[in-house]
């Protein structure tokens, strides 16, 4: 099944689709074995760094080939990218969805940027991701001023064609200086007036509640990373105070089903919001 026709059944049931960076065989295979379990398919994410970490073809085999032995559905989606020469090299590559991330620039340039990605996008018929509003980088504050404004919003979809949509209403990358709140009733709001598909990044360390009623109120695609980096490295210095093991395949399983459960539990909550 197509990501789109996917998107389409879960936004129906008012439920959403995990979307799981990875970053290396370990965490992939965390991911897809939360879906395994769950009998849920799941989107497996690369960013430019990752791709340039594991390599493109090595990167995307692994996801497919992971993908497979879990006997699970996934889509590959290139995550943040504001390089139209990458973004055309996993398209060739075969992903089933990109990224083009403008939203560091004003309204008029991410349309014009935007609009030249869904064109170039347009004969491989896959999912085409953009950012309107800022949902801060790592380290940098949540500023209400860059939030989505619902019109805008009405506007960038329609003069773009995107297919779907991350928003800014309160999530961050990164880690949360706190409580994390999002604002719901903006979430209804775009939900309502575009038609376009909604995602949320900087799910990690957001509440299961606030998760959940973010899913009702419209977000059909959930991001998260920095769960997945934190808990595998912190589960590999934990194995490592505790064993002097050199077999690298008796040390990292612990790390990957520390990645496996938090992710089932993501997953459990974004399906199942209802
Ligand atoms: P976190 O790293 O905060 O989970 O955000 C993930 C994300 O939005 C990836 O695009």
């Known amino acids: 099944m197509k990501l789109l026709e996917k998107f389409k059944e879960v936004q129906n049931q008012k439920k959403a689709l995990m979307a799981a960076n990875f970053y290396n065989l370990e965490t992939c295979k ?48 290139l995550d943040h990218c504001n390089d139209i020469k990458l973004i055309k090299s996993c398209l060739d590559e075969g992903f089933d969805s990109i990224m083009i991330d403008a939203s560091d620039k004003n309204i ?6 935007t609009s030249q990605v869904v064109k ?10 953009a950012e309107l509003g800022y949902v801060p980088k790592p380290n940098r504050e949540i500023d209400k001023n860059r939030f989505t404004e619902p019109l805008e919003a009405k506007r960038f979809v329609d003069e773009t ?4 949509l991350a928003i800014a209403v309160g999530s961050k990358h990164g880690f949360y200086n706190g409580e994390p709140k999002l604002d719901i009733q903006r979430i209804a709001e775009i939900k309502k007036i575009t038609d376009v598909f909604l995602v949320l990044h900087g799910a990690s360390g957001i509440p299961s509640e606030i998760l959940s009623e973010a899913v009702k109120n419209g977000i059909t695609k959930v991001n998260v990373a920095t769960d997945t980096k934190d808990l595998f490295m912190k589960s590999l210095k934990e194995i490592l105070q505790k064993t002097d093991d050199i077999d690298l395949r008796n040390v990292f399983p612990f790390a990957t089903n520390q990645v496996q459960k938090m992710i089932k539990n993501k997953i459990e909550i974004v399906s199942m919001a209802n």
């Open 161 to 164: 064609g995107v297919t779907s």
């Open 108 to 113: 008029e340039e991410n349309i014009s940027v």
């Open 30 to 77: 965390g991911i897809a074995q939360a879906a395994g379990i769950l009998e849920c398919p799941i989107i497996l994410q690369l960013t430019a760094g990752s791709i340039e970490y594991m390599g493109l073809k090595t990167a995307l085999a692994i996801a497919r080939t992971v993908s497979e032995e879990e006997n699970i559905q996934t889509w590959v989606h």
């Open 120 to 129: 170039i996008a347009e004969p491989y018929s896959v999912n085409v991701e």
